[in-house]
């Protein structure tokens, strides 16, 4: 299984047509993996970028802009906060999930100000990461 | 036996000294010094220290009453006998003024040993009682640097206490985060799993772990809102919401799994509930998945019959209330038990007890209810039932909300999943 996890912090989508673009920013491994594994299941035409941190992510999104991002809070060299807030800056129609392991309202103001169109608790469960991804697509 | 005396001669007259010193001498063993001059002085009352000290009124380069001025500025208190050939009322009165002990006239020197012993007693009595005040004082001294030292220590307990409240805080906060990651991993995997068409054979396995999993994730839940309540860190917010919406979904899930068991589910929302309120609907919707959840898993057979209907609060009149209850035909609850259900720490041992979990859903539940301004209570009957009833106040807002006003927090994001639900159990 190991195998697969290798990380390559980009896409194992070839870019096409598709209506669905997709950054996924998360620092741990086998949940970024699994959203990479799940995304495409849930909605088969998705291109999926794959960032370990926001600053990444960052670079990521100036070079395919996608039209969701979907990102965790907290990660090395840029969080979440930061990476939404700039890609706000670039592109202000980009619909932006905030992944979070805080169940409470810690970043919640900050994220309200950048505004955002929804927050997914962790554990994720996928019927709700369905229901925020076809959100943004309308 | 004579009583040992250094005295202090300031005299000129070395004649006079010797009557003196003889007139004393049947009665005390006399060490002296014979000084004339103020630097005389100065070097002996510097250099040792006296018994007494005995003064010609009369001197030719200063005054006996400069020698006593000169004891006194350097604070010693020594007897001080002043002794003169001619004594007027005048100068009498001013030596007593300044502080000295007694006047004798030259050649009358009965009266100067009656007069130095009597001095001798009593400076002998003010030493010790000076010296039992400064010990007092001393004393007193230590023991408010001793409650000044003790304050400060306790000062600096209770804040290394606080810290450490903060940083098992800040723990229990970071640990069930860093809980959560791995856990959606868990979870994640497992429900990949489970789309894949798994076989037969391990449909059910897969479908424990990710029950497993998911009691987990609502322990992690509890923990860090058990975390938040003791630090005082609950938040809530006050958004906007439908309520019938919120109470439907929340009964939903566990109306299914009572039909499960086999037991009836009823709902029933009363018509007069506003449509809008302003609360925390994750904490309304924690509270309620909480109770009705306690409800089903101690229930084996009959029904769970949940109902919420408006009311006017008894302590506000003009406002409303609503009142949520949450009535079962389990095991019931004992009247010992009812009082500590509601409490942190308690796990009640007999059978009867709310004993899954981590024992702390109904202690949270009442925090949040008794924080959005309501009250939880239980009625019960061993083996009939149980009724758990809980308020929620309606305030201005709520009202305002109903009537299609601009919202207090309007710059929320509409919020697609359950965030921030807690999920309780």
């Known amino acids: ?138 | 036996m004579k009583s040992p005396l250094r005295l202090l001669l300031v005299e000129d007259m070395e004649d006079h000294a010797l009557l003196l010193l003889r007139a004393l001498g049947g009665t005390f063993d006399v060490t002296f010094e014979r000084v004339e001059t103020p630097q005389e002085l100065e070097e002996a009352l510097d250099s040792h220290p006296w018994d007494a000290v005995i003064a010609d009124f009369n001197l030719p380069e200063f005054s006996g009453l400069d020698a006593l001025r000169m004891m006194r500025a350097k604070e010693l208190d020594l007897p001080f006998i002043l002794v003169s050939g001619v004594i007027g009322e005048e100068s009498a009165v001013e030596a007593m003024k300044a502080g000295a002990h007694d006047f004798v006239l030259k050649g009358k020197y009965s009266r100067l040993v009656p007069a130095l012993e009597r001095e001798l007693r009593e400076a002998t009595i003010r030493h010790e009682r000076r010296r039992a005040e400064e010990e007092l004082v001393k004393y007193r001294e230590h023991l408010e640097t001793l409650v000044r030292e003790r304050t400060a220590e306790l000062e600096k307990a209770k804040e290394a206490a606080e810290a450490a409240n903060r940083a098992k805080s800040e723990f229990l906060t970071n640990m069930s985060h860093e809980m959560r990651t791995p856990l959606t991993g868990v979870m994640g995997i497992i429900d990949l799993l489970l789309m894949d068409n798994p076989p037969d054979k391990q449909r059910p396995l897969l479908a424990m772990g990710y029950t497993a999993a998911g009691s987990l994730s609502r322990l992690i839940d509890d923990i860090l809102d058990f975390s938040r309540l003791v630090s005082g860190k609950m938040s809530f917010r006050l958004d906007p919401f439908n309520l019938r919406e919120c109470i439907c979904s929340a009964a939903e899930v566990l109306a299914l799994e009572a039909r499960h068991k086999g037991l009836r589910f009823d709902l029933e929302v009363d018509e007069d509930l506003p449509e809008m309120v302003v609360a925390d609907e994750g904490r309304l919707r924690q509270v309620l998945i909480n109770v009705i959840g306690n409800a089903v898993k101690f229930t084996e057979e009959g029904e769970i019959h949940v109902a919420a209907r408006c009311a006017s609060d008894p302590a506000r009149s003009g406002h409303d209330l609503i009142q949520y209850a949450i009535r079962d035909t389990g095991i019931g609850i004992s009247a010992d038990s009812r009082e500590k259900i509601f409490e942190m720490f308690t796990q009640v041992k007999t059978p009867d007890a709310i004993s899954s979990g981590c024992g702390l859903g109904l202690a949270i539940s009442k925090q949040i209810v008794e924080n959005m301004g309501g009250k939880i209570w239980v009625e019960s009957k061993m083996g009939a039932g149980s009724t758990f009833t809980f308020t929620m106040i309606l305030d201005d807002a709520g009202r305002n909300q109903q009537d299609g006003e601009t919202t207090r927090l309007g710059n929320s994001p509409p919020i697609s999943d359950e965030p921030f639900s807690g999920a309780g159990h």
């Open chain 1, 1 to 138: 299984l190991s195998a697969q996890f290798t990380d390559e912090a980009e896409s194992s989508h070839l870019p096409s047509e598709s209506d669905i673009s997709l950054l996924v920013a998360e620092d741990d491994k086998i949940v970024r993996h699994l959203l990479d594994l799940i995304i495409p299941k849930l909605f088969p035409d998705a291109v999926v970028y794959l960032a370990e941190n926001g600053r990444a992510g960052l670079e990521l999104f100036d070079r395919h802009r996608p039209r969701i991002v979907l990102t965790d809070i907290n990660m090395p060299v840029m969080d979440g906060v930061q990476m939404a807030r700039e890609i706000r800056a670039l592109k202000p129609d980009t619909k932006i999930i905030v992944l979070t392991a805080y169940h409470g309202s810690e970043y919640r103001e900050q994220f309200d100000e950048i505004g955002i169109e929804s927050y997914l608790a962790k554990p994720i469960v996928f019927e709700n990461l369905f229901t925020a991804i076809e959100n943004c697509r309308r």
